[in-house]
């Protein structure tokens, strides 16, 4: 079955240290992955996604994330968070074109990530 | 460039009352996709369009549930009776197309049964 596992339902980072974001994903082939960011009453932003070519993709905000194929991770990072990063945060993932559900996107369950000051 | 735009953004009704939401999609966008957010989990795709065509529907609860997408734009989504667990959040979502990558979330809708 095609999953997307968060294992952390909440990280708690103080302002101004590196935060990581985990994700892993179970999807046959060669997936696009993705995350999100959900502000309180508010649609999902569009953070970053993989495609292909470099393992390193940065996104919006001074986010990255690191796809590794054989750990089928792809956890978010940020060398310094800031308060305003307080959020939930969620992966998601497309399967392949020519497999099945090409065209959607599994989400994980979300992780609230808490930056203190 | 205006975004994804949903209406109503918040409803309460009481159970067995019908209850539609309204979404208008970025402008040239012709995938449209409808998602549900249950409290604490991630969105779960209920149906998507490509045009008018609803190209995959197979989470639709198809018993009291319905979605149309006229002319290719808007998109209404119906839920007739509502039910308590029908609470939560209804996500309407756009991309420009099968190939493109990106999906463009609207605010959603709360949607409350009491």
Do not use: M
């Amino acid at each position: 079955a095609q999953s997307v596992a968060q294992p952390e339902d909440q990280v708690n980072v103080a302002e101004g240290n590196p935060l990581t974001v985990k994700c892993t994903y179970s999807v046959s082939g060669n997936p696009y992955l993705f995350w999100y960011v959900q502000y309180p009453n508010r649609g999902l932003q569009f953070l970053l996604k993989y495609i292909t070519g470099d393992n390193l993709v940065k996104g919006s905000y001074g986010f990255e994330a690191e796809f590794n194929k054989s750990q089928t991770s792809f956890h978010l990072k940020k060398p310094s968070a800031l308060v305003s990063d307080s959020a939930l945060y969620f992966c998601a993932v497309r399967p392949p074109h020519g497999s099945s559900n090409t065209g959607k996107l599994i989400f994980g369950q979300g992780t609230t990530l808490q930056v203190k000051p | 460039e205006a975004g994804v735009v949903q209406s109503p953004r918040y409803k309460i009704i009481e159970k067995k009352q019908p209850v539609a939401f309204w979404c208008n999609p970025i402008s040239g966008h012709n995938t449209l996709y409808w998602y549900l957010q249950n409290l604490g989990q991630g969105p779960e795709l209920l149906i998507r369009y490509e045009n008018e065509e609803a190209v995959d529907d197979s989470q639709l609860p198809k018993d009291r549930f319905s979605a149309e997408r006229l002319k290719g734009v808007d998109s209404t989504l119906k839920i007739q009776p509502a039910e308590l667990g029908d609470s939560a959040v209804y996500l309407c979502a756009s991309s420009l197309g099968t190939t493109s990558y990106e999906q463009y979330f609207g605010p959603g809708t709360r949607l409350t049964v009491t």
